[in-house]
């Protein structure tokens, strides 16, 4: 299995709802990522897990809190979100996040915040 | 921290031109540079990269050059076909303890006309 999956696909909630998203890989890598990306415009990193564990958090507000329960899992927990936080969210992971290699892409949440 | 620019924003071509899009980067210890392309609606997914004791690598239609001096790297892609119509964004990965973290250019809208 090579590739990242993500669920759900799309994701439409309102401004006081909880919501997670979820990212799953089954090929061995250790190194999991979460980068939003609006429109016409690069992704851009939130998160990075290594072997479980956070290793890079880009000052994201608290509305967004990542999990990761074990290597082959990543969470993002959403609540509280606003308007401007609707974009394409995706996960990635790579072999781990010391050694230089691809980073696999997942296809994406596309989430809209009302 | 690192930043990376990307050139030109769009580029049109007819099929079988060749295309070239160039990136700068600002730190002289990232030692890894992907090149990805994104279609439509579809996840990031790597071409092809380059790491920094490499000066030129090569597949098929598709290259990539680094000048480490300069500080920046190409993608070059021949033989132009429709379905390379897409967005194609560059990165860098910088060294130190930023481990994983990779910084994209602005992208470039390629479109080729048959």
């Known amino acids: 299995d090579t590739e990242v999956t993500q669920t759900p696909k799309h994701l439409v909630m309102g401004m006081t709802n909880k919501k997670s998203l979820k990212c799953e890989q089954h090929m061995g890598h250790r190194a999991m990522y979460w980068y939003k990306q609006k429109a016409k415009k690069p992704p851009e990193l939130m998160f990075v897990y290594s072997y479980e564990k956070l290793s890079i958090n880009e000052s994201v507000p608290s509305r967004f809190s990542p999990e990761c329960p074990n290597s082959s899992l990543l969470n993002l927990h959403l609540h509280a979100l606003q308007p401007e936080d609707s974009a394409l969210y995706l996960c990635?992971?790579?072999?781990?996040?010391?050694?230089?290699?691809?980073?696999?892409f997942g296809p994406g949440t596309r989430l809209t915040v009302l | 921290g690192e930043n990376v620019e990307q050139h030109p924003s769009t580029l049109s071509v007819q099929e079988g031109d060749s295309a070239v899009i160039k990136c700068t980067y600002s730190?002289?210890?990232?030692?890894?540079f992907p090149w990805y392309k994104q279609e439509l609606g579809k996840r990031p997914q790597l071409i092809i990269d380059?790491?920094?004791?490499?000066g030129e690598k090569k597949d098929q239609r598709i290259a990539v050059t680094l000048n480490k001096t300069a500080k920046h790297f190409s993608l070059h892609i021949t033989e132009t076909q429709p379905e390379d119509s897409a967005v194609y964004f560059c990165?860098?990965?910088?060294?130190?303890?930023?481990?994983?973290?990779?910084?994209f250019g602005q992208g470039t809208i390629l479109t080729v006309h048959p």
């Open positions: 380059i790491r920094s004791n490499v």
């Open positions: 990635a992971s790579s072999q781990s996040n010391w050694a230089n290699g691809e980073q696999f």
């Open positions: 990165a860098a990965r910088p060294g130190g303890t930023s481990y994983g973290k990779l910084t």
């Open positions: 730190d002289s210890a990232s030692n890894y």
